[in-house]
């Protein structure tokens, strides 16, 4: 539902008194509707933002935004519904809120068989993108409850949340693996030095996700993780799916492995993908509804591009083709299509491209054999496959004389910094840039993979347990994030790589070019 408010009548809301919200009556009643997994904002722009939360039974959502924490300009909106069809979930679209403003909300639930029974309100915040040139600040990472690692409060539960919202970014980009659909977490793991992991569990993350149902529980679990929530409350979301909102490397070809009894994988894409988009605060697509990419602009510094490496790629496979063909989709035509557009018309300062997954990290879809990558690099240059949609973009991006790109990625679990030098790739018709490398937020620790020299990247930054530590747990320590700040003033970008801890382990100030 899209809910429409004058920029007039909301800024004049508070002057017009007391007595024009109409506050809902707040049943004493033992059994009122909650608020089940915290509160949730995100695609937020300069003037406005989607609002999520989930009810514990059929529910009216009610909102009311103010630009004050007090509520003392509150507005009340229109209640929409939350039903078993959404698995109670429900998110509103907010719009013509003023720009470069916190912006506080509160969501409560009204029952819908008796409307005189109303659930406590939850608060939440998040502040509207910048008319100005301001500062803009922002993490990213992904990989969230992976290779069994789940919720473990004697190890202090999801804390990278809690570490990341020490800066109090403008926004959080997810870059995906949001959920480990096909991953079991167990009640204990036995870790190497002989002590237990122990994971709060529940029944349906006992096996590999197949139902409806399923899926949706593998999104709720994360959300039984206090930091997170409490991240959720304060930060807004720029989320993108990868294979693991799914299945592992999952394509339209993909083989499933025995344990699963639902043998087509585009039935259980369809169930991943919409459980993914009843999970998350995303903005819908009217043209093609359940597009996960799409352009987010954070005021006149920042546009962030949304990829999309899962929908419309061919299949997991040699990918060896000197021409682009189906075969070779990664992004596929209208997607590439739609990237040059908006690189080509960006206005902004910094154009970051969100790529779930890495350039030049190869991945094997069939690792054991070393064979048919499910990433965008093929083995050492030149161009084949899926990398020919990388250096069609590339050479783009120099042709147009686009400048200011950063590609900003997760998915391998370690963190790393590459700076592409043209100079040292076998495909030269592209200007340098850089692609920097976070996560896993919670999850094992892996890598390093190895890199091809396609597009030359140079390492100027890895941090990775090495082959003989594979898969370490949380409490290694090596969980990590990304920071990005933006000097309003200057318009420099400083990138900073972190752990948990909130170690800074590498950082760099990138410069901007005059456009």
């Known amino acids: 539902m899209t809910l429409r408010i004058s920029r007039r009548k909301f800024l ?41 939360a989930r009810a514990d039974r059929p529910s009216q959502m009610m909102v009311e935004v103010a630009t004050t924490e007090s509520f003392k300009d509150a507005r009340a909106l229109p209640p929409i519904a939350a039903l078993p069809e959404s698995d109670f979930t429900a998110k509103m ?6 720009s470069g403003q916190d912006i506080f909300y509160r969501v409560r639930f009204r029952d819908l068989a ?30 969230v409850a992976g290779q069994g690692w789940g919720i473990n409060p004697d190890d202090g539960g999801m804390f990278t949340f809690a570490t990341m919202a020490k800066y109090k970014p ?26 237990l992991w122990k994971n709060l569990t529940i029944p349906e993350k006992a096996k590999v996700a197949e139902t409806l149902d399923e899926y949706r529980a593998a999104h709720k679990y ?4 206090e930091h997170l929530r409490g991240f959720n409350a304060e930060v807004p979301i720029f989320v993108q799916w990868d294979d693991h909102e799914v299945t592992n490397n999952w394509s339209l070809s993909k083989q499933l492995p025995a344990a699963y009894k639902e043998r087509d994988i585009n039935v259980l894409a369809a169930r991943a993908a919409r459980a993914f988009h009843e999970m998350y605060p995303m903005r819908e697509s009217l043209n093609e509804p359940g597009r996960v990419y799409r ?17 419309y790629r061919g299949p997991n496979g040699p990918n060896q ?3 682009y063909g189906p075969d070779a989709h990664f992004l596929g035509p209208d997607q590439l299509a739609w990237l040059k557009r908006g690189l080509l018309n960006s206005r902004a300062t910094w154009k970051v491209i969100a790529s779930d997954m890495p350039l030049s990290i190869i991945v094997y879809d069939d690792a054991a054999n070393r064979k048919d990558s499910e990433a965008f690099a093929q083995g050492d240059g030149p161009p084949r496959g899926r990398e020919l949609e990388i250096a069609e973009i590339l050479r783009f991006i120099k042709a147009a004389g686009i400048v200011n790109t950063v590609w900003l990625t997760a998915d391998v679990h370690y963190a790393a910094a590459h700076y592409y030098n043209p100079n040292k790739a076998q495909f030269q018709d592209f200007d340098p840039f850089w692609e920097f490398v976070s996560g896993p937020l919670h999850a094992g620790t892996f890598g390093p993979n190895e890199l091809d020299n396609t597009f030359g990247p140079e390492v100027k930054f890895i941090k990775a347990p090495g082959a003989d530590k594979q898969n370490l747990p949380p409490s290694a320590g090596m969980q990590f994030f990304g920071h990005v700040k933006i000097d309003g003033a200057t318009g420099q970008m400083t990138v900073t790589l972190r752990d948990r801890a909130d170690v800074a382990l590498w950082s760099t100030t990138l410069d901007p070019k005059p456009a």
């Open 12 to 52: 004049s809301s508070a002057a017009a008194g007391a007595g024009v919200i109409a506050m809902p009556h707040l049943s004493r009643a033992a059994d009122r509707p909650a608020v089940t997994h915290g509160v949730q904002s995100g695609d937020v722009s300069l003037d406005g933002g989607v609002v999520w």
């Open 93 to 98: 679209l907010l719009e013509n809120l003023p």
């Open 114 to 143: 008796h409307v005189n029974v109303i659930g406590e309100p939850v608060v939440g915040r998040f502040s509207t993108a910048p008319a100005d040139r301001r500062d803009v600040s922002f993490v990213w990472g992904g990989d």
């Open 170 to 195: 403008d926004f959080f980009l997810h870059s995906g693996d949001t959920i480990y659909a096909d991953g079991v977490i167990p009640s204990e793991v036995k870790l190497a030095d002989g002590k």
């Open 222 to 225: 994360n959300l039984l993780d």
């Open 295 to 311: 352009t987010l602009s954070y005021g006149p510094h920042l546009d962030v591009f949304m990829l999309d490496e899962r929908s």
């Open 321 to 323: 083709q000197a021409s």
